[in-house]
């Protein structure tokens, strides 16, 4: 079992930055594909980045590529979201996942365990 608590999140002008922290409970992180998701307003839950167990390898949708960057520190059981050059259609609740696939995967299905969720507004 493993609990996630995301921080960092608030409100930001278009073209600032944001640091996303999820901090995991329970000693298996290191093992677990993270990811982030994101979920506005009317609007279907999606995938944002994902990162390998050991970091190695990241994955990113296109609407945030260049801009965002997923990292971990399995010493302290956490996963970043580095957020820059922010839009407006950034604006969302973002949830960090947790996935025992082993695959760094962008689909829904494939994470076991899920956070409660951070708002980040981004004013234009």
């Known amino acids: 079992q493993v609990q996630l608590a995301e921080s960092g999140g608030g409100l930001v002008q278009a073209g600032g930055s944001l640091r996303l922290s999820c901090a995991a409970s329970?000693?298996?992180?290191?093992?677990?594909?993270m990811g982030w998701f994101r979920q506005a307003p009317g609007k279907e839950r999606e995938f944002v980045a994902a990162?390998?167990?050991?970091?190695?390898?990241?994955y990113y949708a296109d609407s945030v590529k260049g801009r965002f960057t997923i990292s971990r520190d399995n010493a302290k059981n956490t996963v970043y979201l580095q957020m820059n050059s922010l839009k407006p259609e950034d604006t969302a609740v973002y949830y960090c996942?947790?996935?025992?696939?082993?695959?760094?995967?962008?689909?829904?299905?494939?994470?076991?365990?899920w956070g409660q969720g951070t708002q980040v507004t981004v004013s234009s």
């Open positions: 996942a947790a996935s025992r696939s082993g695959l760094v995967t962008p689909y829904l299905s494939r994470y076991d365990y």
């Open positions: 329970g000693r298996t992180f290191s093992i677990y594909t």
């Open positions: 990162i390998s167990w050991s970091g190695g390898s990241t």
